[in-house]
T-cell receptor, first 109, second 113 residues
Framework: SQQGEEDPQALSIQEGENATMNCSYKTSINNLQWYRQNSGRGLVHLILIRSNEREKHSGRLRVTLDTSKKSSSLLITASRAADTASYFCIIQGAQKLVFGQGTRLTINP | DGGITQSPKYLFRKEGQNVTLSCEQNLNHDAMYWYRQDPGQGLRLIYYSQIVNDFQKGDIAEGYSVSREKKESFPLTVTSAQKNPTAFYLC????????????FGNGTRLTVT
């Protein structure tokens, strides 16, 4: 299966702390993407990292990709209440785009 | 502003009726997708289209049908053959099928009773 698997399924931290989510997969990939979903809304694209890249940054977000371990991590630094959402990784391999189950992140004030 | 629009936001139907969900984009994207999301779950791919007049089945296409007659539009019909149609449906588009981010609509919540 090309499905990514996020870990942990749920994460609860205090505002200001860093949050790290992981995504593992089993097949070769063209790219891996991270998305955020607020409750009852569509998904918002955060970062796309290609298979030949190892790290990308966007504001408070940092994504790493380790193709030898078939895993990626999303780090959110200095978390805010507005970061409370579900975070999904999507694996793009040879054919279909497949989402993982997501990590539910809760930022406590 | 460019974007992707799904309508309606909420839809109620009686069991046995077909229903069509609308998805329109003005981003000039070639690829479009339909996903289904169940409570607390990830997204499962129903159908995707890499280019106008072409579409492919995803992982859970049974009971669904689509058309792609125009680049801007990718309607999804939920037929009476779909056993558990109540769900949150998300439409997305991307510049091309490979190596480009997806832009999502805000979804349609379908309830069938």
């Amino acid at each position: 299966s090309q499905q990514g698997e996020e870990d942990p399924q749920a994460l609860s931290i205090q505002e200001g702390e860093n949050a790290t989510m992981n995504c593992s997969y089993k097949t070769s990939i063209n790219n891996l993407q991270w998305y955020r979903q607020n409750s009852g809304r569509g998904l918002v694209h955060l970062i796309l990292i290609r298979s030949n890249e190892r790290e990308k940054h966007s504001g408070r977000l940092r994504v790493t990709l380790d193709t030898s371990k078939k895993s990626s991590s999303l780090l959110i630094t200095a978390s805010r209440a507005a970061d409370t959402a579900s975070y999904f990784c999507i694996i793009q391999g040879a054919q279909k785009l497949v989402f993982g189950q997501g990590t539910r992140l809760t930022i406590n004030p | 502003d460019g974007g992707i629009t799904q309508s309606p936001k909420y839809l109620f139907r009686k069991e046995g009726q077909n229903v069509t969900l609308s998805c329109e984009q003005n981003l000039n994207h070639d690829a479009m997708y339909w996903y289904r999301q169940d409570p607390g779950q990830g997204l499962r791919l129903i159908y995707y289209s890499q280019i106008v007049n072409d579409f492919q089945k995803g992982d859970i296409a049974e009971g669904y049908s689509v058309s792609r007659e125009k680049k801007e539009s990718f309607p999804l019909t939920v037929t009476s053959a779909q056993k558990n149609p109540t769900a949150f449906y998300l439409c997305a588009s991307s510049i091309q099928y490979y190596n480009s981010p997806l832009h999502f609509g805000n979804g349609t919540r379908l309830t069938v009773t």
